[in-house]
Nanobody
Framework: QVQLVESGGGLVQAGGSLRLSCAAS????????VGWFRQAPGKEREFVAA????????YYGDSVKGRFTISTDNAKNTVYLQLNSLKPEDTAVYYC????????????????????WGQGTQVIVSS
């Protein structure tokens, strides 16, 4: 069983940056794929980024490519999401999720692949 806890959200002006953290307990994430998803009010949950920890393969949603970066810290069993050049449309609750199920790169963006989810952290970007 894996427990995931997100942190690092907050209020930031457009153009600013934040770093979100997803700390795991219960299991090491080294054999997992970890993804970030977000959900804005009134919208469906959207894929943001994912990383296959053991192979270091990353995958990003089109709306964040070139602005967000996903990374890992083995010692802390933590996955980070660096958010740069933030836009008001990035406002959402950001969730991290983990799965041991193997998949293709594009499959890393499929929400139903992920069995473990955190509680989310709110990001608000003001214009």
């Amino acid at each position: 069983q894996v427990q995931l806890v997100e942190s690092g959200g907050g209020l930031v002006q457009a153009g600013g940056s934040l770093r979100l953290s997803c700390a795991a307990s219960g299991r090491t994430l080294r054999s997992y794929t970890v993804g970030w998803f977000r959900q804005a009010p009134g919208k469906e949950r959207e894929f943001v980024a994912a990383i296959n920890w053991s192979h270091g393969i990353t995958y990003y949603g089109d709306s964040v490519k070139g602005r967000f970066t996903i990374s890992t810290d083995n010692a802390k069993n933590t996955v980070y999401l660096q958010l740069n050049s933030l836009k008001p449309e990035d406002t959402a609750v950001y969730y991290c999720a983990a799965t041991v199920v193997g998949t293709t790169v594009q499959g890393m963006g499929v929400e139903t692949l992920y069995a473990y989810w955190g509680q989310g952290t709110q990001v608000i970007v003001s214009s």
